[in-house]
């Protein structure tokens, strides 16, 4: 049963009454039910757009001439704007509605893959990723969404299928991305990825706008308001009030500094895997292409050249001006940095010349993208596909037989495993099984650390907790990606991996402390208990109808996991 809101007590920094339940506005379970498919499918559709061009991000920038280092930042980008503004959108949704903030963020995130679609250079790249990162505050808002309409003992298992909706989108998105990559013209650019992901966005707005309800009621968004005001917080980008109050919790703390120092370890692997990939693997088999069929490799690239060049006619023609749209040639004679492999531009290829008009630089290039666009495509869809199983099936059996701290460490210990595993593969292939060591841990740890935010955080300070929570990961990504740009471009491309795992040992020993901690937390001490009650409550409901053999039987649901 939700908390009555009469037994809700002040805060004991503000005193302002805490928030029931989480929002003052009582669902039954069937509208708690309903606004959670709701909001759960708003995430698969933003999710599914950002998984079909995250995978393709590093390939178009160094098709562009963007060096390593280069690219790390751009993979920053949109992590330092969610860091700057992640808390602050939590603080609005707290007094303006969930609902509100949802919908301009995901129209906010439409606009941005609009601007990928059109960006021909480094630039524009930049300025889509950053309008993306302002924006991108729904996911944290999103989960604050479902704490607020959950019962505290069903928060992991709803923050499982949670993080199964990133499954289901990151295995989907990279193979929808491959396949947008290979089409015709100007369509198999970034041109056509941008408006596909784009045109999800607003399918994505229209739905909210049409079916989402607010979960918190006028008098919480008053008192939240009010709280905000007396604090001298209501429009700050960083609230350094909203950090320290999220750091002086005992337990959430700790959970709050392993949430950084492992996603600044994974995104040293995040920033560069694209690069590593083709810098190891895609360049070496399309130049053993080139030296086997040259004649070949030159008639399959002129295809792919002519189309591009077709593509940008039209689409200058058709927006009125130069660039308007994706250019794919352009950059494909920017020669490709040393720690990417260096140049490939002979004169001749086993005796043949290139194409007038044409080098062997640019036919390399031209088979370099959809061929990477492939191969990451498949690794991410590994990765997606095997974070899917373990938090859409997996997560709620294994945290009730070992318990959420066991899986907090195993899922960290598998992570800095992985990491580490990444330069060893000599092909290709081997780099599957690495992808979904990572992938299940990540996948057992994830969901059971943001859950445990949730559960430790004060109810009316709930959404500002959990955007503290999302900033601190920003912060990880735009650390991370930095430094792994920067050791793969002046160091070995090895280096990040090494780095990363040994970043990610920090964590994994961070987490033993874990589990005393947290048990000192009234919050978590509460929700166990009411956990415990809802358990015995469910067993004595499943006694009473057993022993009961004239009780109806119910048709199943096949949406009752989200419930």
């Not at 061929?371 to 099936?393: D, E, K, N, P």
């Not at 990363?500 to 509460?526: D, Q, S, W």
Request: aromatic share 8%.
């Amino acid at each position: 049963m939700a908390r009555s809101p009469s037994t809700n007590s002040a805060s004991p920094r503000t005193g302002v009454p805490a928030q029931p339940l989480d929002s003052g506005v009582h669902f039954d379970k069937a509208q708690r039910a309903a606004a959670k498919k709701v909001v759960l499918l708003t995430v698969f559709l933003d999710i599914l757009g950002f998984g079909i061009v995250i995978p393709q991000l590093g390939i178009y920038a160094s098709q562009f001439g963007a060096s390593p280092n280069v690219i790390g930042w751009l993979a920053s980008t949109y992590s330092l704007a969610t860091f700057l503004f992640a808390p602050f959108w939590g603080k609005m949704s707290d007094r303006v509605g969930r609902r509100p903030i949802l919908i301009y963020s995901i129209f906010g995130t439409g606009l941005s893959y609009f601007l990928f679609a059109v960006s021909n250079s480094v630039p524009l790249l930049f300025a889509s990723r950053l309008l993306a990162g302002v924006t991108g505050a729904n996911i944290g808002v999103a989960q604050a969404y479902l704490s607020d309409v959950t019962e505290p003992e069903e928060r992991f298992k709803t923050f499982g299928i949670f993080g199964a909706i990133f499954g289901i989108g990151f295995s989907i998105g990279p193979l929808v991305g491959t396949l947008l990559s290979h089409l015709p013209g100007i369509w198999g650019g970034n041109f056509g990825i941008g408006i596909i992901t784009g045109a999800l966005s607003i399918i994505n707005t229209l739905l909210a706008l049409k079916v989402l309800p607010e979960p918190l009621s006028p008098a919480v968004r008053a008192a939240n308001t009010e709280r905000h005001r007396s604090e001298g917080s209501l429009f700050q980008i960083i609230d350094v009030g909203a950090f320290r109050r999220a750091f002086s919790v005992q337990g959430l703390n700790l959970i709050l500094t392993i949430g950084l120092v492992s996603v600044v370890a994974f995104a040293t692997l995040q920033g560069t895997f694209t690069l590593y990939i083709i810098r190891q693997y895609t360049r070496p088999e399309v130049q053993s292409s080139i030296q086997r069929d040259p004649r070949g490799s030159i008639k399959q690239a002129e295809l792919r050249l002519t189309q591009a060049k077709q593509g940008k006619d039209a689409a200058s023609t058709s927006l009125a001006g130069e660039g308007g749209a994706t250019d794919t040639g352009r950059g494909q004679n920017e020669p490709y940095t040393r720690s990417m492999g260096g140049d490939f531009n002979p004169a001749q290829v086993n005796g043949v010349s290139p194409p007038t008009g044409t080098t062997w630089r640019e036919v390399e290039k031209a088979l370099v993208q959809p061929r990477a666009a492939q191969m990451v495509g498949l690794l991410f869809t590994t990765i997606g596909l095997v974070s899917l199983v373990i938090q859409g099936g997996c997560i709620n059996p294994l945290k009730k037989k070992f318990g959420d701290m066991a899986l907090v460490i195993a899922g960290t210990g598998l992570l800095m495993i992985g990491i580490a595993l990444v330069p060893l593969p000599t092909n290709y292939i081997g780099q599957f099984p690495v992808s979904a060591l990572i992938a299940i841990g990540n996948g057992i740890s994830a969901p059971v650390l943001t859950a445990l935010v949730s559960l430790l955080s004060p109810e009316a300070e709930r959404g500002e907790t959990i955007g503290v929570f999302q900033s601190v990961q920003s912060l990880g990504r735009i650390i991370g990606p930095i430094m792994g740009g920067y050791l793969f471009e002046h160091g070995a491309i090895t280096a990040p991996y090494w780095t990363g795992a040994a970043i990610m040992a920090v964590a994994f020993a961070m987490t033993f402390k874990l589990k005393g901690l947290c048990e000192r937390n009234p919050n978590y001490r509460e929700a166990q208990q009411e956990r415990a009650q809802g358990h015995e409550d469910k067993a004595e409901r499943a006694a009473t109808d057993t022993a009961s053999p004239n009780a109806p039987e119910k048709e199943p649901d096949p949406m009752a996991a989200v419930d």
